[in-house]
């Protein structure tokens, strides 16, 4: 059983502040590491990846990887009313031979941003 | 450039009927995907497919659930027999070869009555 876990929210926040969003995941050969953000009645839109240890930034969002851990997060700095979504953490169990394969997703967070 | 477009947008059927929804990937993809989403849910992997072959169906539900992509292209997920616990948004989305990034159509929202 190959799950993926994110802390149950819902996340509030003032306009402002850092979001911190947090996702275990049990499956250690999972290789990719994905954050995709889905505002009410839309699609998943991804807006982060991460591959490796450590961190890595993109705009206000950072993604943190601890492979030793099984723990991957998502960091938003001065979060905005338009980050107010629900945000999915996903990870990626490769198939024989190849990067491609299946996403695992979490249930999501659901992040509200006051202003 | 054009993101994944999936047809039709919405699709309400009456339960036992046949339905075949569309997904059209990203230009030059040459992986595709299906999932479904329930509320309060995260997606759920369906099947998906590289070239023409799929690659791992070991996420269709029952042999209701089928689905082709005859020219490596444009995809069909068709459901037989529909059941009301179909009821679901379906998502299509696209990867290159070389890359595990995924990016998600618009979906389609099933509604069985």
């Known amino acids: 059983q190959k799950e993926v876990e994110q802390n149950s929210g819902p996340l509030s926040v003032p306009e402002g502040a850092i979001a911190s969003l947090n996702c275990t995941y049990s499956d250690r050969v999972s290789q990719s590491f994905f954050w995709y953000r889905q505002y009410s009645g839309k699609s998943p839109e991804l807006i982060m990846s991460?591959?490796?240890?450590g961190d890595k930034e993109d705009g206000r969002f950072t993604a943190q990887l601890n492979k030793a851990s099984q723990y991957v997060s998502l960091l938003i700095r001065d979060s905005q009313p338009s980050d107010s979504a629900t945000y999915l953490c996903?990870?990626?169990?490769?198939?024989?031979?190849?990067?491609?394969?299946?996403?695992?997703f979490g249930r999501g967070t659901q992040l509200t941003v006051w202003p | 450039g054009a993101g994944v477009s999936q047809t039709p947008s919405n699709k309400v059927t009456e339960k036992g009927k046949y339905v075949e929804l569309r997904c059209d990937p990203i230009s030059g993809h040459t992986a595709l995907y299906w999932y479904r989403q329930s509320l309060g849910q995260g997606p759920e992997f369906l099947i998906y497919?590289?070239?023409?072959?799929?690659?791992?169906d070991s996420g269709l539900p029952n042999d209701r659930f089928f689905a082709v992509r005859p020219e490596g292209s444009v995809s069909t997920l068709k459901i037989q027999r529909t059941e009301r616990g179909d009821s679901a948004v379906y998502l299509c989305?696209?990867?290159?070869?070389?890359?595990?990034?995924?990016?998600f159509g618009p979906g389609t929202r099933l509604t069985v009555l």
């Open positions: 996903a990870v990626n169990i490769p198939g024989r031979g190849s990067t491609l394969g299946r996403l695992y």
């Open positions: 497919f590289q070239g023409t072959g799929a690659a791992d």
């Open positions: 991460i591959y490796s240890n």
């Open positions: 989305a696209s990867s290159l070869t070389r890359g595990p990034e995924q990016f």
